[in-house]
């Protein structure tokens, strides 16, 4: 019931105080039994080192109110999924934000811009470590909350990366809360590649200075394959197998990682899809729902 339900959302947060991390919410989201926890800002791999102290104090909290928790990617093929928002600013070298420019498009600093456009051209190839189970992708579709093309918005949720929203007035505080969210990952994934996959494709747009984006705020699943192209979007890969191939074929993003990795990982995860064969949709989504 209600009350324990608060009871469990107190102590974990009490919990999660203890272990050393900032929790900034606990709120109630969308679907059945869903709560969305977020984190203060780290520095770092430290924010990696932080989402699996989540999880693992989450699982510990849980065991104790004899209640179960998952974060699997997606419970029911016609529900709500769950996803891992990573949020993203720079500070420069004397910690001053580094992130906001209010002559940008969209309030992007030129480096925000290029790491934006670094992510966006790699997206594709990158999402089979972002989100790497057979059902991510049955997230990863138009009108789920979710991200479907490689796309940067502005107040849209359905945008692969999107600039958050500020409560702030003034320009200084506008520059400390000014950041963007990468969308396009799921608690399947290892924190640590996650992060290094959307670092080195950033990484990647500021060295070859790429220019800022643009920013979507319409409906990108109306337009044909060729208004698309046009535009320089792309659907992403529908499937992990697809993903996948996108992953191995691209030299650049293989080249960020040491020689035998992507064949190793994308072993691992092809033994992971032929023991899935059998099994159908809601089948495997209770699969990854007791594993995760």
């Not at 969305?36 to 989450?58: C, F, W, Y």
């Not at 093929?77 to 996803?83: A, K, Q, T």
């Not at 498009?105 to 190839?125: N, P, Q």
């Not at 997230?139 to 991200?147: F, I, Q």
Request: net charge negative; charged share 25%.
């Amino acid at each position: 019931g209600f009350a324990q339900r608060r009871a469990f959302a107190e102590t974990l947060m009490a919990a999660l105080d203890q272990s050393g991390l900032a929790s900034d919410t606990f709120m109630k989201e969308y679907g059945a039994n869903q709560y969305e926890v977020t984190n203060d800002p780290a520095a770092g791999h430290q924010s990696a080192d932080q989402a699996v102290i989540l999880r693992e104090v989450t699982r510990m909290t849980a065991k104790r109110f004899n209640e179960d928790v998952t974060f699997t990617p997606i419970r029911d093929p016609d529900g709500v999924g769950n996803g891992v928002h990573i949020h993203i600013s720079f500070l420069d070298e004397s910690g001053a934000p580094a992130t906001y420019d209010k002559d940008g498009v969209a309030g992007m600093s030129k480096i925000t811009g290029s790491f934006i456009a670094g992510v966006l051209k790699y997206l594709d190839s990158i999402i089979a470590l972002t989100a790497p189970s057979d059902v991510s992708y049955l997230r990863l579709t138009p009108h789920r909350w979710s991200a479907a093309y490689n796309n940067l918005g502005f107040r849209d949720r359905e945008a692969s990366v999107r600039i958050c929203p500020v409560t702030a007035t003034d320009p200084s505080s506008i520059a400390r809360q000014y950041n963007f969210e990468y969308r396009a990952a799921d608690a399947a994934a290892s924190p640590y590649l996650a992060l290094a996959a959307i670092i080195h494709a950033g990484a990647q747009g500021i060295e070859d200075a790429m220019p800022a984006p643009n920013v979507t705020e319409e409906d990108l699943s109306v337009l044909s394959p060729e208004e698309l192209k046009s535009r320089g979007y792309v659907r992403l890969p529908e499937t992990l197998e697809l993903a996948l191939q996108r992953f191995e074929s691209n030299e650049t993003v293989c080249g960020w990682f040491p020689a035998d990795f992507a064949a190793v990982y994308t072993a691992h995860k092809r033994g992971e899809i032929a023991h899935l064969n059998d099994k159908d949709t809601s089948a495997r989504c209770a699969a990854y729902e007791e594993v995760y």
